[in-house]
Nanobody, 128 residues
Framework: QVQLVESGGGLVQAGGSLRLSCAAS????????MGWFRQAPGREREFVGG????????GYADSVEGRFTISRDNAKNMVYLQMNSLKPEDTAVYYC?????????????????????WGQGTQVTVSS
């Protein structure tokens, strides 16, 4: 069983930055694939970024490439999403997700249905 709790959302002006955090509980965190997704009103949940079990590999949606950075600290069971140069279109609820693997992997998982555990979400609002 994995529990995920996001924090760090808020209201920011366009061009600003936010750092989201995701605290994970449960065993074998270092063998979970982790990802961040977002969902805006009236839209489907979409992939933002993913990170491999050892943090050696990361992947991003084209819309955030070069602006967002995903990282993880396996010693602290934490995942982060650093968001820079924010745009109004980044406004959404952001979710942390975990895919339990039980082994080390360099794969980035980009589909929501590949993840078995989700946090409650944190709202990010970017004003123009």
């Amino acid at each position: 069983q994995v529990q995920l709790v996001e924090s760090g959302g808020g209201l920011v002006q366009a061009g600003g930055s936010l750092r989201l955090s995701c605290a994970a509980s449960g065993r074998s965190f270092s063998r979970n694939g982790m990802g961040w997704f977002r969902q805006a009103p009236g839209r489907e949940r979409e992939f933002v970024g993913g990170i491999s079990t050892s943090a050696a590999v990361t992947g991003y949606a084209d819309s955030v490439e070069g602006r967002f950075t995903i990282s993880r600290d396996n010693a602290k069971n934490m995942v982060y999403l650093q968001m820079n140069s924010l745009k109004p279109e980044d406004t959404a609820v952001y979710y942390c997700a975990a895919k339990t693997l039980g082994y080390y992997s360099s794969t980035i998982y980009r589909r929501a249905n590949e993840y078995g555990y989700w946090g409650q979400g944190t709202q990010v609002t970017v004003s123009s």
